[in-house]
């Protein structure tokens, strides 16, 4: 999970608990972090703190939605509360269980180029396990099995946009969900965040001056009228060197899952597959 953010805790008059209005729901390593932070630039959209694990964690689930209302922020009656948990994406029950407790919820799911978001997956897990080059070994012991991409590897799996997404849309009405696009969120978020602001019907206000790029984290950062802050460094982490031709593999072989995705979605795309 993320470390927190520092936002205060006081609620102002009026200020209620409600359940989210908006759901992040991944994917993992997609860019939700800054997502979640970039729509906190809005004057009319708080966010949880943690991420909350509610309806993929049963021993949350099972504490009941008094629970789950218990972690969202003080939200005055005109704002839209947002929480975020990438586990949710790829959770087989969670649709469902979103579909019984809130069913008006708006969901967000920001996508990245599979291969690289894979990768960005892998080094979160081994990040602090293993030196570099461990880290490198690890990553091909994990991908290749008798020469052949091994298909069981989890984070390979979460990479599989279309059989995720599929789940969700047995449930949830395609017009429900707005699909962020990771990699133009990185060199361009305002343009993301402006469509993410049309979805949500919320008042234009995001706009150029929310953002920085800093040179030194080689990512944009984030400005609004109380303070400018980059997020955390474990986000923008360098990725393992990958051969040439497990990369190539890897290209083609999600050529058909996203082919099947952006069929599913209704829209395309720039990646390399
Ligand atoms: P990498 O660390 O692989 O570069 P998540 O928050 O879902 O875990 O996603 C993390 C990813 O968000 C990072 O992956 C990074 O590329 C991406 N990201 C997008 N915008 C960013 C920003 N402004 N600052 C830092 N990372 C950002």
Redesign the pocket.
Known sequence: A?PPSSQGHVSPTNATRRLPDIIIIGV???????LIEMLSLHSDVVAAQREVHFFDWDSHYQRGSDWYLSQMPYARPDQLTVEKT?AYFTSARVPERIRRINPDARLLLIVREPTERLL?DY?QVFHNRLEKRKRQQMLETLLIRDGELNLDYKALNRSLYHVHMRRWLDVFPRSRVHLVD?DV??KN?LVEMKKVEEFLHLEPQINASNFYFNQT?G???LRDRRRER??HGS???K?PRVAPEILRKLYDFFHEPNRKFFELVGRTFDWKS
């Open positions: 993320d993992r390593k997609g860019g939700t972090r800054a990438p960005s080094t990771g969120l990185i978020p984290r990512f944009f950062c980059c997020l986000k923008g982490r990725h």
